[in-house]
């Protein structure tokens, strides 16, 4: 637990720590109220089964990302492997419904606690590896975990696994297309939640720290090595949590679904989305999900042009669709606000 | 002889890895940046070879003379476009760049040529018999292609004046520009190079492999594979372990199911940058950066 509310770290002139910590909670909870109306309020406006199968696709995928958000933007940890972990959520969860014939709950909870383990080793080759060289490792990994899954064996290798049960919650059984889908918003509701109390925690701040100077960072105090490994840990339970709800909706999977392209693809909401914001990756897997289904010629269209949109924005606007925002404020504040001392430079802690 | 037959095509797959991985060298020296798209480039060479057939072109070695000079310019291109502009928006900027192009390479293939590989004729049919032992003038072209750009580089690199001139670039970018080195033509030549010879591997490897297709990631992370276990920044050591993880794999299918060889290269990938970053050409131990 993040001793947040500790006095002696209030900087002085500063709201007392009780009061900071509810104006925080109240500040972080508007986005995320937002998105939880729009989200469980598409369910009652009468959608159609299409509708709600994309709507699926898209809270699977914002929920992976916004897991991806966290060690990407949160740490500056760059984790190409996300659907590598989607797939032991996904995986895990079905084998444990379909051959172990456990209930949906909690076969999910040992998914997710497995890419829990796994987001542990791969936290701990992070230590060791930066840039460019843990991307590619991480890519590494989340390619090797689609080639085991390619395997013959008891988990069906390339014809994939099926059938596996519609998921049952407290004997409800979610069978109607419009209890999937809340299914899959309340999911995200919570990770939403969950991931912008970690990043507006001492947990984040020190993330954050570890991204902009990790030397600094441990000068000043930080436990690198148990922040480093946290991190990967969370983003890979995210993922496969968001495999693991996934899983029993499409009742077959097959490792095509966790393949290498589905990795950079969700690297690629991140980068639109904005790094480190939550609410951007959210946005990010809407665009990429939604383009991919519309847009004919089977996502070839979609992604290519998304390819050429992630090059003009990391020469242009590298802080994605959340550096239109600040772009905004600047020209705004140089041209609306021009009084003494707008000219100075103001430096915006990110969240 | 089952192991020598192995040899042989361990070597023509290292070979081909060889010229994915020192693109891989040339760039990272040069930039400090790992391509991602390295691997698509070759199956975008394989694609410009196929059209250049289609239009009725049959001398596949004009077709590879062909391809290489486009992928010469195409590099250059591709560091003005993708890499270039990056620079000073901190340093998650070129790899986001990298994978972006690596998605226009991958998709754009398939919306032109189509998604499925194509057959592509060889530059030489047949081959020669030593004994048991069947080799082919394509493997036989393709060493002979590995070697020849093996020690041009190592020539041009440690002779000629433009050499020495980007390995001075790559040591130290400000240092070369005060002594009168134009670093961004170096930069350039780098990149045009690196393009140029991963397209030029698509012409060779597309008889075998089929031209275009979806092999690209998986070429960018066994060249990349190659280019570690002999250490990136050496141009001998990316050449040799290349060749090396070649053959490894090979003949490991010797001894295992064949679909077991791919995870296991990538756990080895893991394993390389943790216990030797440097490879087995490695000057001295240091943390990657």
């Known amino acids: 637990m993040p001793d947040t509310a500790s006095p002696d770290t209030a900087p002085p002139g500063r709201l007392p720590p009780y009061r900071a910590l509810t104006g925080r909670a109240g500040r972080h909870l508007g986005p995320t109220v937002v998105a939880a109306v729009l989200l469980i309020g598409f369910a009652f406006t009468n959608p159609g089964a299409t509708d709600l199968a994309l709507g699926v696709n898209i809270g699977v995928a914002a929920i992976a ?13 760059l984790a190409l492997g996300q659907a590598g972990f989607m797939a032991v959520g996904a995986y895990g969860t079905a084998y444990l419904m379909l051959d172990r014939e456990m209930a949906f709950l909690p076969a999910l909870v040992l998914g997710v606690l497995l890419a829990l383990v796994i987001g542990v080793l791969v936290g701990y080759i992070a230590l060791r ?25 008891p988990l069906g290798g390339a014809n994939g696994y099926a059938p596996i049960p519609f998921p049952e919650i407290f004997g409800h059984r979610l069978l109607d297309p419009r209890d999937q889908y809340l299914l899959v918003a309340v999911t995200l509701i919570l990770v939403l939640l969950g991931s912008r109390w970690l990043l507006s925690a ?71 989305g904005g790094l480190g914001n939550i609410y951007g990756a959210v946005l990010g897997a809407a665009l990429v999900t939604w383009l991919i289904s519309e847009v004919p010629g089977g996502g070839s269209w979609a992604l290519t042009v998304l390819g050429m949109v992630v090059i003009a924005f990391m020469a242009l606007l590298p802080d994605g669709l959340a550096g239109l925002g600040r772009l905004a404020r600047t020209a705004r504040s140089r041209w609306v606000r021009r009084r003494p001392g707008a000219g100075a430079v103001i430096t915006e802690v990110p969240e | 002889m089952r192991i020598i037959d192995l040899l042989v095509s361990g070597l023509t797959l290292g070979a081909i890895y060889a010229l994915v991985a020192l693109g891989f060298h040339l760039v990272f020296k040069m930039t400090g940046v790992i391509d991602f798209a390295q691997g698509d480039k070759v199956i975008i060479g394989g694609l410009i070879g196929l059209t250049l057939v289609n239009r009725g072109l049959s001398t596949i070695l004009l077709v590879a003379l062909i391809v290489l ?122 990149f045009a190079l690196a393009f140029g010879l991963a397209a030029l591997a698509g012409v060779l490897v597309a008889p075998i492999t089929l031209a275009g297709g979806t092999l690209g990631t998986a070429l ?58 440097n490879g087995l050409f490695g000057l001295r131990r240091q943390r990657l950066a």
Do not use: C
Not at chain 1, 218 to 231: E, P
């Open chain 2, 220 to 277: 960018t992370l066994k060249g990349f594979t190659g280019a570690v276990l002999g250490g990136l920044a050496s141009t001998r050591g990316v050449l040799v372990g290349a060749v090396l993880l070649g053959v490894l794999e090979s003949e490991l299918a010797a001894v295992i199911p064949n679909s077991y060889v791919d995870p296991i290269v990538l756990l080895a990938l893991i394993v390389i940058l943790l216990v030797m970053p």
């Open chain 1, 65 to 77: 990302s916004v897991g991806l958000t966290m060690t990407i933007g949160g740490a500056g940890q």
């Open chain 1, 202 to 272: 001492r947990m984040g701040r020190e993330l954050a720290a570890l991204r902009d100077d990790e030397v600094a960072a441990r000068a000043a105090g930080v436990n690198i090595t148990a922040r480093k490994v946290q991190v990967f840990a969370i983003s890979a339970g995210i993922g496969a949590l968001a495999g693991g709800v996934n899983a029993p909706l499409q009742t077959a999977i097959d490792p095509s679904l966790f393949s290498t392209a589905v990795s950079l693809q969700l690297f690629v909401m991140v980068i639109l």
């Open chain 1, 129 to 153: 590896l930066r840039g460019h060289y843990l991307a590619m490792a991480t890519l590494a990994v989340g390619t090797a975990i689609h080639a085991f899954l390619m395997l013959p064996g």
């Open chain 2, 69 to 190: 000079a486009a992928g010469i310019v195409l590099g250059i291109a591709y560091d003005a476009i993708v890499i270039l502009p990056t620079r000073g928006n901190g340093p998650i900027a070129a790899i986001a760049a990298t994978v972006g192009i690596t998605l226009v390479f991958a998709n754009g293939g398939q919306i032109v040529w189509g998604p499925d590989g194509k057959p592509f004729p060889p530059v030489h049919g047949g081959a020669v018999e030593l004994g048991d032992v069947r080799i082919g003038y394509q493997d036989l072209l393709i060493w002979a292609v590995v070697l020849a750009v093996g020690i041009g580089l190592a020539t041009l690199l440690g002779r000629s004046r433009t050499g020495r001139g980007m390995v001075a670039a790559a040591t130290d970018p400000l240092a070369a520009t005060a002594v009168g080195i134009n670093v961004s033509r170096m930069r350039a030549i780098a």
